[in-house]
């Protein structure tokens, strides 16, 4: 099945700096690729994803990018703010001809020291 | 627009007990697909229902179970507690597959203690 893994565990960065968090999947049939952000005691919300036939997105201060060769996809948050501080999941999904599953990998705790 | 909404917010249970846990999805969406998540990891997937039937399943034993309503509505049933069981169960729902790359929206989950 799908394995995804995620790095780094913990990031800390300085207000305005810009923060990158990088994960890889094994499962070449795997296209959709989300990301997650998730505040204490909160749900799990979608703040961005990509397809596999994409190589970067961007959302404003947020993008992702993709490569599909190597099997990794990053996220990159630009000018963080304090407001960005939370646990960041990505996913992989597997489209099979009877449902599809995101597989997470482990997250990463944000912190963004004002 | 209403969100996925999720029944009880907090439960307390003890080993060997039974617990029902319960997902409305969010306005327009048909499928319904629940995650365990564990303190400090991320979400596990345990199953997904489509058009009322099981359609993918996860790495967990047959005491987990669910069930999909007609209204798109599911219930996710775990018997035979174990303090493992102890997690926050999530319920997704998105817009069928088969329909393009649909994303998976999150409701605010179940936190099931097991005592």
């Known amino acids: 099945g799908e394995n995804v893994e995620q790095h780094p565990s913990t990031l800390s960065v300085q207000e305005g700096d810009s923060a990158v968090i990088k994960c890889t999947y094994s499962d070449s049939a795997s296209n959709y690729f989300p990301w997650y952000k998730q505040e204490l005691g909160k749900r799990p919300q979608l703040i961005i994803d990509?397809?596999?036939?994409?190589g970067e997105k961007k959302d404003q201060r947020i993008a992702v990018t993709l490569n599909k060769t190597a099997k990794h996809f990053s996220l990159h948050i630009t000018e963080t703010q304090p407001e960005d501080s939370a646990v960041y999941f990505c996913?992989?999904?597997?489209?099979?001809?009877?449902?599809?599953?995101?597989?997470f990998g482990t997250g990463t705790r944000l912190a963004v020291r004002p | 627009d209403a969100g996925v909404t999720q029944s009880p917010t907090h439960l307390i249970k003890t080993r060997g007990q039974q617990v029902t846990l319960r997902c409305s999805p969010k306005s327009g969406h048909d499928t319904v697909s629940w995650y365990q998540q564990a303190l400090g990891q991320g979400p596990q997937f345990i199953f997904q229902?489509?058009?009322?039937?099981?359609?993918q399943r996860g790495n967990f034993p047959d005491r987990f179970s669910g069930h999909q309503f007609p209204n798109y509505s599911s219930e996710l049933n775990v018997n035979a507690l174990l303090l493992g069981d102890s997690a926050l169960y999530l319920c997704?729902?998105?817009?069928?597959?088969?329909?393009?790359?649909?994303?998976?929206?999150f409701g605010d989950g179940t936190r099931l203690s097991i005592l």
């Open positions: 990509i397809r596999s036939n994409v």
């Open positions: 997704a729902s998105s817009l069928g597959y088969g329909q393009g790359f649909q994303p998976q929206h």
């Open positions: 996913a992989a999904r597997q489209k099979k001809s009877s449902g599809d599953k995101l597989t």
């Open positions: 229902y489509y058009e009322e039937e099981e359609r």
